[in-house]
């Protein structure tokens, strides 16, 4: 072979290599995007059980502090043992009234948030009146103010099957004195538990 067939040999084997280009590598290269948003999802999925967890935890210590808050009452309810409770509170009313104050409202409506904590827990409540007044006319009374904030518990999703009501008028006064003060402490609904 000449030098010039050389030469024309290897200038057509480098057009060629030019016209046919070099074959590429291909690089599949994940998106960053859809490696975010698993890097994301996975730590969305570890903050939610971690979260799941603390709420269970929180739970628990709720039922727990709850369960030591009752204490047996001494003199048992119409539906048997009732225990009280300092996170049930009392509300209270004017003289010869049973319509629930707005204060008493917000005390109902954080012993509604308690009840709505613990669905299997049932209360009694009961309707107290002071000593002034006839025993059938204060009788009638507790029971008015019982079951209205029976009725005002029953608006904010308590059901109803949850809430009995009882009327002991002016025969079980918390405070005995015969005091303006005495009787507005007297002229309240308390609320027992009946189960847990």
Same mark, same amino acid.
């Given at each position: 072979?000449?030098?010039?067939?050389?030469?024309? #040999?290897?200038?057509?084997?480098?057009?060629?290599?030019?016209?046919?280009?070099?074959?590429?590598?291909?690089?599949?290269?994940?998106?960053?995007?859809?490696?975010?948003?698993?890097?994301?999802?996975?730590?969305?999925?570890?903050?939610?059980?971690?979260?799941?967890?603390?709420?269970?935890?929180?739970?628990?210590?709720?039922?727990?502090?709850?369960?030591?808050?009752?204490?047996?009452?001494?003199?048992?309810?119409?539906?048997?043992?009732?225990?009280?409770?300092?996170?049930?509170?009392?509300?209270?009313?004017?003289?010869?009234?049973?319509?629930?104050?707005?204060?008493?409202?917000?005390?109902?409506?954080?012993?509604?948030?308690?009840?709505?904590?613990?669905?299997?827990?049932?209360?009694?409540?009961?309707?107290?009146?002071?000593?002034?007044?006839?025993?059938?006319?204060?009788?009638? #009374?507790?029971?008015?103010?019982?079951?209205?904030?029976?009725?005002?518990?029953?608006?904010?999703?308590?059901?109803?099957?949850?809430?009995?009501?009882?009327?002991?008028?002016?025969?079980?006064?918390?405070?005995?004195?015969?005091?303006?003060?005495?009787?507005?402490?007297?002229?309240?609904?308390?609320?027992?538990?009946?189960?847990?």
């Amino acid at each position: 072979m000449t030098k010039k067939s050389f030469s024309i #040999l290897i200038l057509i084997l480098c057009i060629g290599l030019i016209m046919t280009g070099c074959p590429k590598k291909t690089v599949v290269k994940e998106e960053p995007s859809i490696k975010k948003s698993e890097e994301v999802a996975t730590r969305e999925a570890k903050e939610k059980e971690s979260a799941g967890i603390k709420e269970e935890e929180a739970r628990q210590a709720e039922r727990e502090e709850f369960e030591k808050s009752l204490v047996a009452k001494k003199t048992p309810g119409i539906e048997g043992e009732t225990y009280e409770t300092p996170l049930l509170k009392d509300i209270h009313f004017d003289f010869d009234k049973y319509d629930i104050r707005p204060g008493d409202a917000e005390i109902l409506k954080e012993n509604a948030g308690l009840l709505a904590k613990f669905p299997n827990v049932k209360i009694q409540i009961e309707g107290h009146c002071d000593e002034r007044g006839t025993v059938e006319y204060n009788l009638a #009374l507790g029971e008015r103010r019982a079951n209205n904030a029976k009725g005002y518990l029953i608006s904010l999703g308590i059901p109803e099957s949850r809430i009995s009501s009882i009327s002991y008028g002016k025969e079980r006064p918390l405070d005995p004195g015969h005091t303006e003060e005495a009787w507005a402490k007297n002229r309240r609904d308390h609320m027992v538990i009946l189960s847990k």
